[in-house]
């Protein structure tokens, strides 16, 4: 896949350890220099050796993407270093809170629909002319919450399928001006958070760790979860010329846990 981002230019917000990082790097795999944003100095460090290690150019921007001069940097420090713009990952995400929509504090949910869609707005205003010039795409990363109602969610499921109707809705607007505008939804996704969690549920019930992953991946098709490389990877195609007819998509990558 080492052509398929051949010297294009990618912006990933939220970059941290985990499905950011595996953004980042899996798009400089493909040939692409990476523009690197995220509150926490730090990670965007260790993700930019990496960048480095693979032979691309990496640019650390942090970056408080609820705030508009701190986005608009983000915007103008991209451009600067690289004069164009062929790609738009959001990907920055807070979780709202999980619990029933009947008790949550309304305070909170606007914070998540802050950061989760208006927010992802925000940046693709501003790179829009960037983006137009290099008949570019944005891909809004999306979550199987989308494809369920169970209790506790309502706040997560509200602020997602927001996301996906401000993805579809941009796609119609940006279209004429050559700009695709994709989304990619994961469901189970095997890093650091998900490992620890499930080490968490083993321990409440006693048993190995790896009880409780054979027990989860038994509900889903391909009997295993998907890993942060392998989303990278379809977010990677959508911002290529792979899938350059293709806009106003939701592709779920989550081994057949759900249908859609």
């Avoid at 995400?93 to 909170?108: K, Q, R, S, T």
């Avoid at 795409?137 to 369920?148: G, K, T, W, Y």
């Avoid at 004429?176 to 083993?202: E, H, M, T």
């Avoid at 992953?213 to 792979?242: G, K, N």
Wanted: aromatic content about 6%; charged content about 20%.
């Amino acid at each position: 896949m080492t052509d398929l981002l051949r010297d294009k230019v990618v912006v990933v917000s939220g970059v941290g350890p985990g499905l950011g990082r595996s953004i980042a790097t899996r798009c400089a795999a493909a040939g692409a220099d990476v523009v690197l944003a995220a509150r926490t100095e730090s990670r965007l460090a260790e993700v930019a050796k990496e960048v480095d290690a693979l032979g691309r150019r990496a640019v650390t921007v942090p970056t408080d993407i609820t705030d508009d001069a701190s986005a608009t940097n983000l915007t103008e420090t991209a451009l600067k270093a690289f004069g164009r713009v062929d790609a738009l990952v959001n990907n920055a995400f807070a979780i709202p809170p999980i619990m029933d929509l009947a008790d949550v504090d309304l305070a909170d949910v606007r914070a998540g629909f802050e950061t989760n869609v208006l927010a992802a707005l925000r940046l693709t205003r501003l790179f829009t002319p960037s983006l137009a010039e290099s008949g570019g795409s944005v891909v809004m990363i999306n979550s199987a919450v989308l494809r369920h109602s169970r209790r506790t969610f309502g706040a997560y499921k509200m602020a997602k399928a927001s996301l996906l109707a401000l993805a579809q809705s941009l796609a119609s607007e940006l279209g004429p001006q050559g700009i695709r505008v994709n989304s990619v939804a994961p469901g189970y996704i095997w890093a650091d958070s998900l490992k620890w969690y499930f080490a968490y549920l083993a321990k409440e019930r006693d048993v190995p760790p790896e009880q409780v992953y054979a027990e989860t991946a038994e509900t889903i098709d391909l009997r295993r979860l998907p890993e942060p490389d392998e989303i990278a990877d379809t977010v990677v195609f959508l911002a290529s010329s792979l899938a350059r007819c293709v806009t106003g998509q939701c592709l779920d990558v989550n081994a057949g846990e759900y249908h859609h």
